[in-house]
């Protein structure tokens, strides 16, 4: 109950900061037109006056892409046909958990990186304003929170990375060195299936896990103006660990509405055939939309997170 | 009176091998209903033993072997592949390990070795065998590396005339090694190929018996395999040929008795686990063979998958190739880690699965119709796979995509997400796809005719063997005409059943139907490393410039320009950008929708056409029919006045998302 309440809450908090949301969602978009410029010329460049230009734009010349791709060096190697529909959120899903995302060309890397840490800045901004008592978005304040909680929460980020990348590769070693015995002890290729899975579900989920906790981190240096980042991490543990079925509980019912809008963001896509300008626009407007509500949900988790805290406190 | 004795006693003790002689000789003749299919040159009789706790096979084999040439010959020499398994310094591992294949973590068990305890020349049974044991020489005519023991020679003390036959016996015992490649024992499943003492190919005076290399399979002379298989009565079989008889021993054992006439080698499996599966399939009317599936117990979801791809293949290979001659064939799902899938042996192959596939993927439909090609272009056409790799691998994996496309249509792509396959049902991959990348890689690395182990590198090998080979022929096909070249590679499959061709005998049977020398077009791929790349230059559409200025005295003016009298002048370049020079066609098509179709020879390295016309060039397209599959660049091969500005912006939305997604995903990890 206590869980449902507080995402309702949060659900509200979230519905009156919409300018906030679309801020965050034209900043992601301005990052990704800064790459997307240069693979469109490169796109351009390949088959733009090449009749593969009218079979790509009538479906997928998979021929033309085996050249492109033997061809392509930097960001041009991330484009291949799984960058379609599910393929686009598969190949992130497997990015990170795998730790893939390491193989993502350089620019890529340092524009993940880049964003991260302007995520980090705006995350003060985002909880600041969900701090108000008017809920009420404005710039200045929203920039003001930002900037407040900028080195607290980037500290936050230092630690958060160490602690996940040692973890996972702990666990990738451990894995391996299982794997190894697994593989040679099997009968079939199945076992090592379910294994390989299993590793990648825990590394999901402890990823998850992880994010929830320095939520909360975040969630008490705003609301409890904290300084002692380390400490409070510890804290933030211990107040996942107190009431892990509220906790787990609402970061998962918004977990799981994610999963919702992305299998139906899949479906729609796929079934757009895409080879008319109306329906490219159709779909560039679906696939916005679909960012737009990922990043909703991110704010309606600090909004609903931080009124759970505040009700549980 | 004891002189007469003794005499009785080396007789009675030669009776045996009296009646195994008639016995022997008798086999190519009397125990088949059949006639042979062709001259049974080595012919072999093999008493097997698996002894499955050793790992060891204990065998006699019997060989007769005719010299089927005109020049005599005074020595013998054999292969002894599993040799290559027995120490880490044998050409096989050497050259493995040059290109990764280690073997790590083996054990003094886990090695295999082939050993000969004596092999003897059954001359005539009232005499004592001549034992050629001691005259044993391993030999080594690739590499001269002196610890490999593939293949060895023994002399004989009077020469194999022309067309004479000569009868062996051969004690062997062979330890099973643990899979390395292609053979060995995987816990209770035994894969055991290229067994046995097997005898070369004498041709043109001289053996052709190469060393086993890493990148290198099989050649030998066809003949009839009669062999027993004895081991533990729990195993359950599979073989080359047909599996005429089952006999219950008393000690816990079964004897199986396998036999095929008309083949060049023989492979058989065991293991308890196996679940058999047996269907008579009538391919064209009349025509039947009996199909035998042996499938790993965690595979019984893909027996239907697995034994229709059998049956396409099966189909489609008569109708291509010529009926299928054999009674059985038997596809084996190989065992997790064996290391055996994705070979073939006469009339018996393994496939390859995965036990998650879905509609659509080419697993494992495409291993089991490449491998069962094989029993085409391997098996039946002798080609030397040591020599001539492309003749083999390349006909057939030309073969399998002709197969699989016929059968099956276009396969989707696919990709592995956590171990589960993802289909893009948007992307279909068309069969000019199908060895292109690794010939676009490695193109230039060596020529498609070379010795299987003198590759530059494995990919080169693959790439030439396999890649360059297909798209030589899907080129060839359509240059030829689907029609013709259906007819031509058919007859040359027919002509070459149970012969050995050489690239030679490929390019008469081409020049033939295309009534031309086509050495032109076979010598540049064959024993070429050029590039294929035709490529549209540019096109230009120009007002045709009218008459200006004074001509034979006469002054012009510019003349008025109305919408009915305008004349475009236009330029097609095309440009040769690779060395390889085969005629293609052009089609330029003007904004009014005319076409004009053109060849072009090729011979320089650009051309320039021009045309004057009521309305501009639209688009020129070079190969429009997309004859020349080995072409590396496909996209050049057209241009457009006006671009298409719909695809870059569609495609790079599409990407966009990805990205998008990307970012705000991988905040996760800012925890």
Redesign the interface.
Known sequence: MKVFMNFAKGFINTGKTTRMVLLLFVV??F???I??LP??HS??D?????????R??E??D???W?????ESQGLER??S?????????????????QMR?FRLPLP?LI??LL??IL??FLAGGILFTFNQDTLKFKMKKFFNGSGTYFFRFLL??L???V??FTLVAILDYGFNLIMDNV??D?????T??YY??GF?MIIFFL??F??M??DYARIKIVLEDRRDVLKTVFQAFGFVFRRPFSTLGLYYLIFLIQVAITIGYIFLK?SIP?S??PF?LV??FI?QL??FL??WL?CLLYSSQMELYRYLK | MKKNVYKEARLAKKIPALIFLLLFISIPFFTSPDEPLCKQIANYTMDVKLDTEQKLIKATEFLSWTNDTDISTQVLWFHLYWNAFQNNMSTFLTEGARRGRSVPGFKKDDWGFCRVNSIKVIQNPYFDDYDLFPLMEFRHPDDLNIFDQTVFSVKLAQPVEPGQTILLSIEFESKIPRPISRTGVY?DYYFIAQWFPKIGVFEDGEWNCHQYHSSSEYYADYGTYDVKITLPSSFIVGATGEHREKIDNTDGTTSHYFFQQSVHDFAWTASPSFLEYKEDFEFAPGKTTEITLLL?P?HKHLKERYMNAVKNAIKYCSLFYGDYPYTTSTCVDP???SRSGGMEYPTFFTGGA???TWKGMSRPEGVTIHEFGHGYFYGLVGSNEFENPWMDEGFTSFLDTEVYYAAYGEPL?N?M????P?T???????I??DG??SH??TYNMDDMQRFAWKFMEGGSYGANSYAKAELMLRTLKRFMGEELFAKMIKDYSQRHWFKHPRPKDFYAVVSEYAEQDMSWFLDQLVYGSGKLDYAIGSIRSQRERKPRGWFDGEYRERAENTSNNTLYRSEVTVRRLGEVKIPVDMLIVFEDGMEVKETWDGMYRWEKFTYTHTSRIK?A?IDPEFKLVLD?????????RK??T??????????????????????????
């Open positions: 992601n978009l990052f990704s037109i790459l997307a693979m469109y796109l351009k390949s088959f733009g006056s090449s009749k593969v230009g009218d790509m734009a479906g997928f998979y021929l033309w085996q050249e492109f791709r033997d991330t484009f046909p799984s960058i379609l529909g599910k393929g686009a959120i598969l190949n992130n899903l497997e990015g990170l958990i995302f890529v524009m993940g964003y991260i995520h980090t936050l980020l630690i958060s990375s602690i996940l593989q040679k099997s009968l079939s290729e199945i090592p299936f390989n899975l990648s990823l998850l992880f994010q906790v320095f796929e895409q008319d300008w490219v779909a560039f696939q679909f960012i990922i990043i991110r | 816990r790993q965690y065992a997790y880690n995965y036990f998650l792509y990709r997400y956590f171990g589960i993802v893009f049902k948007k992307v279909k991959i068309p000019e796809s292109i990348a676009r890689r688009e397209i590396l660049n496909r996209t050049n091969n057209s241009m457009k671009p298409n719909l695809a870059p912006l569609k495609w790079v939305s599409n990407w966009m998302l990805w990205l998008q997604h990307a970012l705000e995903f991988f905040t996760i990890l800012g925890g």
